[in-house]
């Protein structure tokens, strides 16, 4: 199923010079002084095509600094005035719609604690309608792919066209070196749903260090993300909001230098048909994959029956363990990814779990005493 939007391509409403798209700026404006210096410093890299600054600040805890509020979007007009940067900021209700308007401020930006939440987006969509202005669309703080294209949905409904979404991570229960988790495959699926979307990276929220930010940005570059924006701070030692994973705009243009640019496409000739073979080579060993899992299923069916028959439990530590076993150090001597061939067998061991499952409940099903069946067993 594909996603209906009405949008512009983003070249056509952002002048890229055919780049990545670079926004940067502070994550909140302070002064005057620190947003003033920070825009002249970035412009100057040459490398920046839009300005952002953090105007109201939503935050986890209350009594931390909430953001400047409505004079710093005076702060940014000037700003704007003196550099010729195009300025963004982000909105969380009617009334910062309506002020940012008014600042003349040049693009919107929703956070991921407002995509949560339909009855915000909606209220800001509404604040939207006959209005000709680009909205970005942060995900939301949870991994929850319906609720970003809900929101995306909201802000189109309201007639907004030149569109776009911005991949900012989420919010984990586990522990990882990433502030927000990257969950590529979400974006990923985003961008399959809806091609023609421009989607943007935010490095500095799914790190949430300096440290990690190139790493990230170069691998948004490669999954054919369309930029990038990157939170950067005169001195950010100093920053009021957001110090850890802050930038110089000295550091920002040396990254944004070191960053390669590869082409989603190629013209030549060679590389095309190579390709195109290499493809087919892999098409056809998925086919493969894909046969032999389903006879391995067909067969867990047959041990599925024969269990039941034989009042034998679905699980067998040792035999898991087992195959656990083998399996890794075939892995190593094919030198396959150790994480990836564990989660591959343990998704194959799930799936005939849940298999034997059913077919050991499929007599008590009839009886209604089933349990859910199609529930993903762990073991
Ligand atoms: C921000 O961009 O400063 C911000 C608050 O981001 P997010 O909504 O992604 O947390
Ligand atoms: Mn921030």
Redesign the pocket.
Known sequence: MKLQLNIQPLNTWLNTNNEPLIISGP?SAETEEQLLTTAHLLAATGKVSVLRA?IWKPRTRPGEFEGIGSIGLEWLKRAKAETGLPTAVEVANAKHVEEALAAGVDILWIGARSTVNPFTVQEIADALKGVDIPVLVKNPVNPDLQLWVGALERINGAGITKLGAIHRGFSSFEKSSFRNEPMWELAIQLKTLCPDLPIINDP??ICGNRELIPYISQKALDLDMQGLMI?SHVDPSVAW??AKQQVTPAALSELVERLTVREPESQNEAFVDQLADLRKQIDKIDDQLLQKLGERMAIVGKIGEFKRDNQVTILQVNRWDAIMNKGISFAKALKLDLNFTEKFLELVHGESIRKQTEIMNAGKAEKGLAAETHTEVKS
Do not use: A, F
């Open positions: 994550c953090g500095s929220h939170e909001t957001d």
